[in-house]
């Protein structure tokens, strides 16, 4: 499995798609998309896709919430620098 197979944890319409598949009774939705894209090998992540892919999407937002909410106390005590582009 290549390095560019694991950017698909982070889109959200592959968990979606595989979510709606694993429900419908198709299992195999994920592991047949990413093998169109070139041969893999089970591994780990590749076995826990839909859990590991919410789990990293959980993180990167939570990352998000966390740096806008630091961002918006910095705004309220004076201490932030406005960027401009110049």
Do not use: C
């Not at 709606?20 to 592991?31: D, H, K, P, V, W």
């Not at 591994?43 to 630091?70: D, G, K």
């Amino acid at each position: 499995m290549y390095w560019y197979h694991y950017l698909l944890l982070t889109n959200p319409v592959v968990t979606f798609y595989g979510v709606l598949n694993y429900q419908a009774g198709s299992r195999s939705a994920i592991f047949d998309m990413i093998n169109y894209m070139g041969n893999y090998k089970q591994n780990w992540v590749t076995q826990h896709w839909l859990p590991v892919s919410l789990l990293v999407q959980a993180a990167i937002v939570a990352f998000e919430l966390l740096y806008a909410v630091h961002i918006l106390y910095s705004k309220r005590r004076g201490n932030y620098r406005e960027i401009r582009l110049r």
